[in-house]
Nanobody, 132 residues
Framework: QLELVESGGGLVQPGGSLTLTCTAS????????IGWFRQDPGKGREGVAC???????NYVDSVKGRFTVSRDNAKNTAYLQMSNLKPEDTAVYYC??????????????????????????WGQGTPVTVSS
């Protein structure tokens, strides 16, 4: 079975930190870009961060300086470290993977992590709630 599984979500106070984990089974994350998306109820799924196949991270402005993406190909796993969390970060977070070389390339001034339709593999999501 080919799947991505996220974990690590939960309830955290404003200013707190969480690390989300995305583990692949049935296929390798090698040579694939990994995107992190989030979705509020009633809203569309938006990309917030990505990491290229060679390990370059890219972020939307709203999370720059607070979120960090990383990957461990030996563990077939990617991570999203989130710090200084804000109530507006509350959402269900998803990881996604795809082998397209057009995803998450470096050297651009805008976010290159693509959109929902650009990714082939998706996780089931993990909820993050930032509240006091």
């Amino acid at each position: 079975q080919l799947e991505l599984v996220e974990s690590g979500g939960g309830l955290v106070q404003p200013g707190g930190s969480l690390t989300l984990t995305c583990t692949a089974s049935g296929f390798t994350l090698d040579y694939r870009a990994i995107g992190w998306f989030r979705q509020d109820p009633g809203k569309g799924r938006e990309g917030v961060a990505c990491i290229s196949a060679v390990g370059s991270g890219n972020y939307v402005d709203s999370v720059k300086g607070r979120f960090t993406v990383s990957r461990d190909n030996a563990k077939n796993t990617a991570y999203l470290q989130m710090s200084n969390l804000k109530p507006e970060d509350t959402a269900v977070y998803y990881c996604a993977a795809d082998s397209s070389p057009a995803l998450c390339y470096g050297g651009s001034t805008h976010y290159t992590g693509g959109t929902v339709g650009d990714y082939h593999y998706w996780g089931q999501g993990t909820p993050v709630t930032v509240s006091s």
